[in-house]
């Protein structure tokens, strides 16, 4: 017989054999002082505050409780006078001796004592020996008590630095004051583990969670530094893991897995500065790299998001940024330009101004290379609403004062003058380079890397390397923001999924339900189940007594508590009291529906119930876990919390999903490159794809380009394009045609569409739509243009480059304008192409013509990514001049007689510079096409340039908010052609994530309309985000869209009558609980 | 502004207005109209929708609204606009209950003329019905404002009494008394190109009349104060015993709700099946609180109804006239309307075009309640 009952304050209760009297209070919430117990370790009855009076017939004696094992029948006193004045006499000797101890002070605050009567010691140790023992149990034994009586104390065999610690500090950790200086224990200085994510800018324990996003997020050992895994002692975390997770005896695997395609997605490094580098960095404490400030600032960070510096830890007042560390540096082997550098030191001077209003924010820049969707709009933001000075100079050191440890640049500023100016803190904006595990990798895999070291792809096939199957996306292909990286990585799955459509879904099996029993007669027979979730609930809510709580509440026939609800043998467990006690609604209160809803909802379904019979009590991360020093009215909450979810539950009813079948069409709107792309990709996915062009011809814009940045030829990629798009069995091509109206919604739109030849479908039937409308280029006003024919634009320039015109030859010199309808109040964003647009015809027009002068007149030159060598630097080897203009300075331009004058302002030699070109370019910009039309037929928002507006920048970067509708190039914000083709092929993995499925599921909790008590009113299609309800102008009530509510409830909120409701939180639901809530 | 004026007939205002409206029926201006007049018992005047000029006796200056005119006219146009042009003659808080309506979709203005009459305020029913005074209510009022005294005032509802505009705004055209010496005249005001064209061709004279603006700043900023110091004497009304108190008498009928214009559901919430419970809910609740007053939900009740249609309260006071018990309603809703309406700054009446606040998303809105 192992189980024993025991009364504790008068109260039974039941445990097993083999605890201790101390172990059984803890389980069970009644309060023992200790300070020498811990549950890792042996008990020692060391300190005595744990004494507890065993009571017995006509008598009673004190012992300490950490050491008294139980036994049936035993019965003691946890709180008696006896005990009090025990552990009072306990205290108050333990204060004389160590009288500035926290711990000992709050602990005569507690007992009411005010100031110990005996003679006062300076001592810190309480010999409690949790560090003696501590030692025993991580092996090395390096510590033990000498001597006898008042001369006691914790140190090395003769009081000499221990040879065999193995600083591992455990002994400091356990001590309960601040007793252990581990100086006197070790020659050896503690080395601490720093934290990877952090930079090494804190501490972790060797048991660590990576990062707050880790995926799994589960702790994991660092086998390096962990003692059992090392030595075999300790062993603490087995010990103490309530869920018996931990394994030390996992290893690392090989699994061989078959795939039919690879996706290369190693993402990159940042720049490591090499030791002795010119910015003093690892040297000066207070210069930083990027990363290692973007740590600083995050609230997960080393210092919680406050910017302090690494010297003293004080708040920086001055800051300065440097960009171009590790990019655009030949001197270092990164001729590319990192392309994010700018903006992400942007942010991070926004932000610390966020953070801390009073800071001054420098940037020191070459070029501001903020060409992204919006990008342009931030960095005026930065400026004009923070305050962020840019400096336009390339810092190249960085010094130091001894005595402040402040930072000094010396830098020229726009009058060409040198001036200094002191810093708290530099940050350095390292770029991007390939990480290392890439050589390997690519070596493993055979495919090519290009010369900067990054993978290679084809210009016209981005993701495609040179091994056939095998895809790259992300920063492995070349440095790009986070949009860019997203959209190429759904890119790579198109291409990916091409290769295997034909097996899709193939090994895939369904799960298989019993049949729904039916309830809907029956009275509530109620199910309760409590989890402890280890100690996260159990540690500090009396799980016991909401048990029995939930016993007493009106048809609860069932209720119970388990350890661990959400593991596997618990859901069996719920199974079997289903069909046990015929439940018909299921309540656990548990962690949060959150993360675990679907999987209880799961074990309902199983078990053959409705999972909408189901219902959650939050008594964790609304509770327990914030709760934790109140654990009585923790205890009372739970209460509330079971008693509201049990009376909810009596209202639930079943909930059916439907299914809605999907047309496994799709209508791509524009014939351009990205539209027949996307085309393509869809078609290749195996799905129709109705293709849409308002033009007679297919082609759009890429019609108007001739000369690739690499050689590449866009005329042949059009002519092939065109060739595939009409070839395709899956593709209808309607050219001459434009939409006219849609209805439907996701995976069920129809089209009208009108012809001029009127050949096409009055209407067609399609699951997804593409918009890929393009965009226009921009007719410049600006500039003479009009005036001359030796005024032009690069596309018209690159045209006659192509043909390879005879004048060419005979120009002696050509001068190019930059930002022409780009970055002005009318068009306030980069057209992102134009700088790569100009240098790639003034390159190509050196080598027709390599006498000729060629000036670029420019404000900023943005040649990102690997665009800074081939062309930028390229350019100006072979003696392009570039001359830049100030936004409030733009270039002048007069025909006098029929010859051209530029005038423009010098800014090196700060003169005005007068030029005389014979051919005179304007770079000309992109700009939106008329795109409220469509924007009006699909419900879809452009932003304020008129460009449309994604569903999300960075994670939904070619989806729109609206379900089932795509965008992609011009249409979504000016881009380059090989971007252009990775955004339609990222919306083509997009679109398959809906054409691939047979059927649409509405959600559970959707809303619903009683329609007989409509008034019509409207309200809630104002307030419905999705716009998933629409109004029957016949009828004059309101209709809810099945599919496309998404359940978030605003409708219910703004109908006053309760006509519109949601399931699973109806009006009568709610009120249930406030019911029971006010009871 | 005001530029024309309709002359008073043997200072018979009330039957001059009447002679108007009639000429604008037999003219064909409007083909029907909407206007308070006279059941032949002659107890009281109620709105009647008249198309034959012959029968028109309209009386649009009786202190009395029986019922809302503003739920009239949403009545007739809620399923169908009107296919004819019709006017509707109204005072000032029922053209802001219309205009209400109009936003919640309610009513449609089109081919709805809205001729607006300035208020002088209103009795309640069984006052005017047996009225104390030797003269007849219409005439006892219109005396009073012509005398300048302030004898009507201890019969006025005390929603009229702190009326919050008894001067009509969005009407077509307003027949105005603020201002005019009632023994000769009456303003017409024109302020839409509706309500010009309604006049086109009507006879009326014109005049240049400065009394006016002022006359209405006058009374505007009387009403304003006296409302103030109501609001402020009232505000005291609150936390869940006072009002348990307040609504003691309440006997659960719900008329306050069928009076209100701007109660506009097909079925109150509070009419609806959400509140039926099982006996053993009622039965844990008798013995989780040892009693309870029973029926269990008429506070719940008024604060709900409260809290769907304060923003858009108008202050008419249909509700506290509906009252069987004589609950005093109007304490407690207008200044909860003040404080509500204030708090988004909404002003419900004066614009068809504001948004009711219950749609309308702000991201910096209440961010002291919110998430940073």
Same mark, same amino acid.
């Given at each position: 017989?192992?189980?024993?009952?025991?009364?504790?304050?008068?109260?039974?209760?039941?445990?097993?054999?083999?605890?201790?009297?101390?172990?059984?209070?803890?389980?069970?919430?009644?309060?023992?002082?200790?300070?020498?117990?811990?549950?890792?370790?042996?008990?020692?009855?060391?300190?005595?505050?744990?004494?507890?009076?065993?009571?017995?017939?006509?008598?009673?004696?004190?012992?300490?409780?950490?050491?008294?094992?139980?036994?049936?029948?035993?019965?003691?006193?946890?709180?008696?006078?006896?005990?009090?004045?025990?552990?009072?006499?306990?205290?108050?000797?333990?204060?004389?001796?160590?009288?500035?101890?926290?711990?000992?002070?709050?602990?005569?605050?507690?007992?009411?004592?005010?100031?110990?009567?005996?003679?006062?010691?300076?001592?810190?140790?309480?010999?409690?020996?949790?560090?003696?023992?501590?030692?025993?149990?991580?092996?090395?034994?390096?510590?033990?008590?000498?001597?006898?009586?008042?001369?006691?104390?914790?140190?090395?065999?003769?009081?000499?630095?221990?040879?065999?610690?193995?600083?591992?500090?455990?002994?400091?950790?356990?001590?309960?004051?601040?007793?252990?200086?581990?100086?006197?224990?070790?020659?050896?200085?503690?080395?601490?583990?720093?934290?990877?994510?952090?930079?090494?800018?804190?501490?972790?324990?060797?048991?660590?969670?990576?990062?707050?996003?880790?995926?799994?997020?589960?702790?994991?050992?660092?086998?390096?530094?962990?003692?059992?895994?090392?030595?075999?002692?300790?062993?603490?975390?087995?010990?103490?893991?309530?869920?018996?997770?931990?394994?030390?005896?996992?290893?690392?695997?090989?699994?061989?897995?078959?795939?039919?395609?690879?996706?290369?997605?190693?993402?990159?490094?940042?720049?490591?500065?090499?030791?002795?580098?010119?910015?003093?960095?690892?040297?000066?404490?207070?210069?930083?790299?990027?990363?290692?400030?973007?740590?600083?600032?995050?609230?997960?960070?080393?210092?919680?998001?406050?910017?302090?510096?690494?010297?003293?830890?004080?708040?920086?007042?001055?800051?300065?940024?440097?960009?171009?560390?590790?990019?655009?540096?030949?001197?270092?082997?990164?001729?590319?330009?990192?392309?994010?550098?700018?903006?992400?030191?942007?942010?991070?001077?926004?932000?610390?101004?966020?953070?801390?209003?009073?800071?001054?924010?420098?940037?020191?820049?070459?070029?501001?290379?903020?060409?992204?969707?919006?990008?342009?709009?931030?960095?005026?933001?930065?400026?004009?609403?923070?305050?962020?000075?840019?400096?336009?100079?390339?810092?190249?050191?960085?010094?130091?004062?001894?005595?402040?440890?402040?930072?000094?640049?010396?830098?020229?500023?726009?009058?060409?003058?040198?001036?200094?100016?002191?810093?708290?803190?530099?940050?350095?904006?390292?770029?991007?380079?390939?990480?290392?595990?890439?050589?390997?990798?690519?070596?493993?895999?055979?495919?090519?890397?290009?010369?900067?070291?990054?993978?290679?792809?084809?210009?016209?096939?981005?993701?495609?390397?040179?091994?056939?199957?095998?895809?790259?996306?992300?920063?492995?292909?070349?440095?790009?923001?986070?949009?860019?990286?997203?959209?190429?990585?759904?890119?790579?799955?198109?291409?990916?999924?091409?290769?295997?459509?034909?097996?899709?879904?193939?090994?895939?099996?369904?799960?298989?339900?019993?049949?729904?029993?039916?309830?809907?007669?029956?009275?509530?027979?109620?199910?309760?189940?409590?989890?402890?979730?280890?100690?996260?609930?159990?540690?500090?809510?009396?799980?016991?007594?909401?048990?029995?709580?939930?016993?007493?509440?009106?048809?609860?026939?069932?209720?119970?508590?388990?350890?661990?609800?959400?593991?596997?043998?618990?859901?069996?467990?719920?199974?079997?009291?289903?069909?046990?006690?015929?439940?018909?609604?299921?309540?656990?209160?548990?962690?949060?529906?959150?993360?675990?809803?679907?999987?209880?909802?799961?074990?309902?379904?199983?078990?053959?119930?409705?999972?909408?019979?189901?219902?959650?009590?939050?008594?964790?991360?609304?509770?327990?876990?914030?709760?934790?020093?109140?654990?009585?009215?923790?205890?009372?909450?739970?209460?509330?919390?079971?008693?509201?979810?049990?009376?909810?539950?009596?209202?639930?009813?079943?909930?059916?999903?439907?299914?809605?079948?999907?047309?496994?069409?799709?209508?791509?709107?524009?014939?351009?490159?990205?539209?027949?792309?996307?085309?393509?990709?869809?078609?290749?996915?195996?799905?129709?794809?109705?293709?849409?062009?308002?033009?007679?011809?297919?082609?759009?814009?890429?019609?108007?380009?001739?000369?690739?940045?690499?050689?590449?030829?866009?005329?042949?990629?059009?002519?092939?394009?065109?060739?595939?798009?009409?070839?395709?069995?899956?593709?209808?091509?309607?050219?001459?045609?434009?939409?006219?109206?849609?209805?439907?919604?996701?995976?069920?739109?129809?089209?009208?569409?009108?012809?001029?030849?009127?050949?096409?479908?009055?209407?067609?039937?399609?699951?997804?739509?593409?918009?890929?409308?393009?965009?226009?280029?921009?007719?410049?006003?600006?500039?003479?243009?009009?005036?001359?024919?030796?005024?032009?634009?690069?596309?018209?320039?690159?045209?006659?480059?192509?043909?390879?015109?005879?004048?060419?030859?005979?120009?002696?010199?050509?001068?190019?304008?930059?930002?022409?309808?780009?970055?002005?109040?009318?068009?306030?964003?980069?057209?992102?192409?134009?700088?790569?647009?100009?240098?790639?015809?003034?390159?190509?027009?050196?080598?027709?013509?390599?006498?000729?002068?060629?000036?670029?007149?420019?404000?900023?030159?943005?040649?990102?990514?690997?665009?800074?060598?081939?062309?930028?630097?390229?350019?100006?080897?072979?003696?392009?001049?570039?001359?830049?203009?100030?936004?409030?300075?733009?270039?002048?331009?007069?025909?006098?007689?029929?010859?051209?004058?530029?005038?423009?302002?010098?800014?090196?030699?700060?003169?005005?510079?007068?030029?005389?070109?014979?051919?005179?370019?304007?770079?000309?910009?992109?700009?939106?096409?008329?795109?409220?039309?469509?924007?009006?037929?699909?419900?879809?928002?452009?932003?304020?340039?008129?460009?449309?507006?994604?569903?999300?920048?960075?994670?939904?970067?070619?989806?729109?908010?609206?379900?089932?509708?795509?965008?992609?190039?011009?249409?979504?914000?000016?881009?380059?052609?090989?971007?252009?083709?990775?955004?339609?092929?990222?919306?083509?993995?997009?679109?398959?994530?809906?054409?691939?499925?047979?059927?649409?599921?509405?959600?559970?909790?959707?809303?619903?309309?009683?329609?007989?008590?409509?008034?019509?009113?409207?309200?809630?299609?104002?307030?419905?985000?999705?716009?998933?309800?629409?109004?029957?102008?016949?009828?004059?009530?309101?209709?809810?869209?099945?599919?496309?509510?998404?359940?978030?409830?605003?409708?219910?909120?703004?109908?006053?009558?309760?006509?519109?409701?949601?399931?699973?939180?109806?009006?009568?639901?709610?009120?249930?609980?406030?019911?029971?809530?006010?009871? | 502004?005001?530029?024309?004026?309709?002359?008073?007939?043997?200072?018979?205002?009330?039957?001059?207005?009447?002679?108007?409206?009639?000429?604008?029926?037999?003219?064909?201006?409007?083909?029907?109209?909407?206007?308070?007049?006279?059941?032949?018992?002659?107890?009281?005047?109620?709105?009647?929708?008249?198309?034959?000029?012959?029968?028109?006796?309209?009386?649009?200056?009786?202190?009395?609204?029986?019922?809302?005119?503003?739920?009239?006219?949403?009545?007739?146009?809620?399923?169908?606009?009107?296919?004819?042009?019709?006017?509707?003659?109204?005072?000032?808080?029922?053209?802001?209950?219309?205009?209400?309506?109009?936003?919640?979709?309610?009513?449609?203005?089109?081919?709805?003329?809205?001729?607006?009459?300035?208020?002088?305020?209103?009795?309640?029913?069984?006052?005017?019905?047996?009225?104390?005074?030797?003269?007849?209510?219409?005439?006892?009022?219109?005396?009073?404002?012509?005398?300048?005294?302030?004898?009507?005032?201890?019969?006025?509802?005390?929603?009229?009494?702190?009326?919050?505009?008894?001067?009509?705004?969005?009407?077509?055209?307003?027949?105005?008394?603020?201002?005019?010496?009632?023994?000769?005249?009456?303003?017409?005001?024109?302020?839409?190109?509706?309500? #010009?064209?309604? *006049?086109? =061709? &009507? +006879?009326?004279? !014109?005049?240049?009349?400065?009394?006016?603006? /002022?006359?209405?700043?006058?009374?505007?900023?009387?009403?304003?104060?006296?409302?103030?110091?109501?609001?402020?004497? #009232?505000?005291? *009304?609150? =936390? &869940? +015993?006072?009002? !348990?108190?307040?609504?003691?008498?309440?006997? /659960?009928?719900?008329?306050?709700?069928?009076?209100?214009?701007?109660?506009?559901?097909?079925?109150?919430?509070?009419?609806?099946?959400?509140?039926?419970?099982?006996?053993?809910?009622?039965?844990?609740?008798?013995?989780?609180?040892?009693?309870?007053?029973?029926?269990?939900?008429?506070?719940?009740?008024?604060?709900?109804?409260?809290?769907?249609?304060?923003?858009?309260?108008?202050?008419?006071?249909?509700?506290?006239?509906?009252?069987?018990?004589?609950?005093?309603?109007?304490?407690?809703?207008?200044?909860?309307?003040?404080?509500?309406?204030?708090?988004?700054?909404?002003?419900?009446?004066?614009?068809?075009?504001?948004?009711?606040?219950?749609?309308?998303?702000?991201?910096?809105?209440?961010?002291?309640?919110?998430?940073?």
């Amino acid at each position: 017989m192992n189980t024993v009952t025991i009364e504790i304050n008068g109260s039974k209760y039941e445990t097993e054999k083999g605890k201790t009297v101390l172990e059984v209070a803890n389980e069970n919430n009644i309060e023992i002082p200790t300070l020498c117990y811990h549950k890792a370790l042996n008990p020692y009855g060391a300190c005595r505050l744990c004494v507890v009076e065993i009571l017995k017939d006509g008598w009673s004696e004190l012992t300490t409780s950490c050491t008294l094992p139980v036994n049936d029948g035993l019965r003691v006193q946890t709180d008696s006078e006896k005990v009090v004045k025990s552990r009072k006499m306990t205290i108050e000797l333990l204060l004389a001796r160590c009288p500035e101890e926290e711990v000992l002070l709050e602990l005569a605050e507690e007992y009411g004592i005010e100031k110990p009567r005996f003679k006062k010691k300076d001592d810190n140790c309480i010999l409690c020996g949790l560090c003696v023992r501590m030692c025993e149990r991580m092996g090395p034994k390096a510590i033990s008590f000498i001597n006898r009586g008042s001369d006691r104390k914790v140190k090395p065999p003769f009081e000499e630095h221990s040879e065999v610690c193995q600083t591992c500090g455990a002994c400091a950790f356990i001590c309960p004051t601040s007793a252990i200086n581990l100086e006197e224990i070790t020659k050896n200085k503690p080395i601490p583990i720093l934290d990877e994510f952090d930079m090494g800018l804190r501490k972790r324990s060797v048991m660590h969670i990576s990062y707050p996003q880790a995926v799994p997020n589960w702790p994991v050992i660092d086998s390096e530094h962990c003692i059992h895994l090392q030595t075999d002692q300790c062993g603490i975390c087995k010990d103490s893991c309530e869920a018996d997770a931990i394994d030390y005896d996992q290893k690392e695997q090989e699994l061989e897995i078959d795939v039919g395609s690879v996706i290369l997605s190693p993402g990159f490094e940042e720049y490591t500065l090499p030791k002795g580098d010119s910015y003093g960095y690892r040297v000066y404490p207070n210069v930083l790299t990027s990363i290692e400030f973007e740590r600083i600032l995050s609230a997960s960070g080393p210092y919680q998001g406050h910017i302090k510096r690494i010297s003293d830890g004080k708040s920086p007042k001055k800051i300065a940024w440097l960009q171009c560390v590790g990019s655009r540096d030949e001197s270092c082997d990164r001729k590319y330009c990192s392309s994010v550098c700018c903006m992400y030191a942007t942010k991070e001077a926004v932000i610390a101004k966020e953070h801390q209003p009073d800071v001054e924010s420098h940037i020191y820049f070459m070029d501001m290379r903020s060409f992204g969707k919006d990008f342009d709009k931030y960095f005026a933001r930065a400026q004009d609403e923070y305050g962020v000075v840019y400096r336009r100079c390339r810092i190249p050191r960085v010094e130091q004062d001894r005595t402040t440890k402040n930072l000094i640049i010396r830098y020229v500023d726009e009058d060409g003058s040198l001036k200094k100016e002191t810093y708290d803190m530099v940050v350095l904006s390292v770029g991007l380079q390939p990480c290392k595990a890439l050589g390997n990798l690519s070596k493993i895999l055979d495919v090519n890397l290009n010369e900067y070291g990054f993978v290679e792809t084809d210009p016209f096939s981005p993701v495609n390397t040179s091994q056939k199957g095998i895809y790259a996306s992300g920063t492995v292909t070349e440095p790009k923001d986070i949009p860019e990286s997203v959209t190429q990585a759904s890119a790579a799955a198109a291409e990916a999924a091409k290769n295997i459509f034909e097996v899709r879904g193939t090994e895939i099996t369904e799960k298989v339900y019993p049949k729904e029993k039916q309830v809907s007669a029956e009275f509530p027979r109620i199910g309760v189940f409590v989890c402890h979730c280890g100690i996260n609930i159990a540690g500090v809510v009396d799980v016991k007594q909401v048990v029995e709580y939930a016993k007493t509440l009106p048809y609860v026939v069932h209720a119970d508590d388990s350890i661990f609800t959400c593991s596997q043998d618990s859901q069996e467990m719920i199974k079997e009291k289903i069909q046990e006690f015929n439940l018909n609604r299921v309540v656990i209160a548990s962690c949060t529906p959150r993360t675990h809803e679907p999987l209880f909802q799961d074990t309902l379904r199983e078990a053959g119930l409705n999972p909408h019979l189901f219902e959650m009590a939050n008594i964790r991360d609304q509770n327990s876990w914030v709760h934790k020093n109140v654990p009585r009215s923790a205890t009372q909450k739970a209460i509330d919390a079971v008693r509201m979810a049990v009376s909810k539950s009596t209202d639930l009813y079943p909930v059916h999903h439907l299914k809605i079948p999907v047309v496994h069409n799709a209508l791509v709107i524009g014939g351009g490159i990205s539209g027949m792309q996307s085309a393509l990709s869809i078609a290749d996915q195996g799905y129709e794809v109705f293709l849409v062009e308002r033009e007679p011809v297919l082609g759009g814009h890429l019609r108007d380009i001739y000369l690739g940045v690499n050689g590449e030829q866009p005329q042949e990629l059009l002519k092939e394009t065109v060739e595939k798009v009409n070839g395709h069995s899956r593709i209808q091509v309607f050219t001459g045609t434009t939409v006219e109206a849609v209805s439907g919604y996701v995976g069920n739109f129809k089209t009208k569409l009108t012809s001029e030849d009127k050949k096409v479908p009055a209407e067609i039937e399609h699951g997804i739509i593409v918009v890929a409308s393009g965009g226009l280029p921009y007719e410049p006003v600006e500039y003479q243009y009009a005036k001359s024919d030796e005024i032009v634009t690069q596309t018209e320039f690159e045209k006659d480059l192509f043909d390879g015109k005879s004048y060419l030859k005979k120009l002696q010199e050509v001068v190019m304008i930059q930002c022409v309808g780009s970055r002005n109040d009318e068009h306030p964003y980069c057209s992102r192409v134009c700088c790569s647009q100009a240098l790639k015809n003034a390159l190509r027009f050196k080598e027709i013509n390599p006498d000729a002068t060629v000036y670029i007149l420019y404000r900023d030159i943005r040649t990102y990514g690997f665009r800074e060598d081939v062309l930028y630097q390229k350019a100006r080897k072979k003696g392009i001049l570039f001359v830049r203009y100030d936004e409030n300075e733009e270039p002048e331009v007069n025909i006098d007689k029929g010859n051209i004058t530029v005038k423009t302002f010098e800014r090196v030699l700060r003169r005005p510079l007068h030029l005389h070109p014979d051919k005179l370019v304007l770079s000309t910009g992109i700009i939106p096409a008329d795109n409220m039309v469509l924007a009006k037929q699909l419900k879809i928002p452009l932003n304020a340039d008129n460009f449309y507006a994604e569903a999300h920048v960075k994670l939904r970067p070619v989806d729109f908010s609206a379900d089932g509708i795509f965008l992609c190039g011009l249409a979504h914000s000016p881009r380059f052609i090989e971007e252009s083709i990775l955004q339609a092929k990222a919306t083509s993995a997009r679109a398959a994530t809906i054409l691939s499925k047979e059927y649409l599921e509405t959600k559970g909790n959707i809303a619903y309309v009683t329609s007989r008590n409509c008034a019509g009113c409207k309200l809630c299609i104002e307030a419905c985000p999705y716009d998933a309800i629409t109004f029957d102008e016949e009828k004059k009530i309101v209709e809810v869209n099945e599919i496309l509510c998404q359940g978030c409830g605003a409708c219910s909120a703004v109908c006053p009558s309760g006509v519109s409701q949601q399931n699973t939180f109806t009006k009568r639901q709610i009120l249930s609980m406030v019911d029971a809530c006010l009871e | 502004m005001t530029d024309k004026i309709l002359k008073v007939k043997n200072g018979d205002v009330a039957g001059s207005v009447n002679e108007f409206l009639k000429e604008l029926l037999k003219s064909g201006k409007v083909h029907a109209l909407l206007v308070m007049q006279e059941v032949p018992s002659k107890k009281i005047s109620f709105p009647v929708l008249i198309s034959d000029p012959g029968q028109l006796n309209a009386n649009v200056f009786a202190p009395v609204l029986p019922v809302s005119t503003a739920s009239i006219v949403s009545k007739i146009t809620k399923f169908q606009a009107a296919e004819k042009l019709v006017g509707v003659v109204m005072h000032p808080c029922q053209i802001r209950a219309l205009v209400e309506l109009v936003k919640l979709n309610q009513a449609s203005l089109e081919n709805i003329v809205i001729i607006g009459v300035d208020c002088l305020g209103t009795f309640p029913l069984n006052i005017y019905t047996d009225f104390p005074e030797k003269k007849i209510p219409t005439q006892f009022i219109l005396d009073a404002f012509k005398n300048k005294s302030k004898e009507a005032e201890k019969y006025l509802r005390s929603a009229c009494l702190v009326c919050k505009d008894p001067v009509p705004v969005n009407a077509d055209i307003v027949l105005g008394l603020y201002g005019a010496d009632i023994g000769k005249e009456v303003f017409v005001e024109v302020c839409t190109d509706a309500g #010009k064209k309604l *006049l086109d =061709g &009507i +006879k009326l004279d !014109s005049k240049d009349v400065k009394g006016r603006e /002022n006359a209405v700043k006058v009374v505007r900023e009387d009403k304003a104060n006296k409302r103030d110091e109501f609001v402020k004497k #009232k505000s005291s *009304l609150k =936390g &869940i +015993k006072v009002l !348990s108190e307040f609504f003691d008498k309440c006997v /659960n009928c719900h008329n306050c709700m069928k009076a209100c214009p701007i109660c506009y559901c097909k079925e109150c919430l509070f009419d609806s099946s959400v509140f039926d419970a099982e006996a053993y809910k009622f039965l844990r609740k008798a013995e989780s609180k040892g009693l309870f007053k029973m029926p269990n939900d008429s506070i719940l009740f008024h604060l709900g109804r409260m809290n769907h249609m304060i923003l858009s309260c108008v202050e008419c006071g249909l509700c506290e006239q509906a009252c069987p018990s004589d609950i005093l309603l109007m304490d407690v809703f207008i200044p909860a309307a003040e404080s509500a309406q204030k708090e988004f700054d909404y002003h419900p009446g004066k614009d068809p075009e504001e948004k009711i606040p219950m749609v309308v998303y702000q991201e910096d809105e209440y961010v002291e309640v919110g998430e940073a």
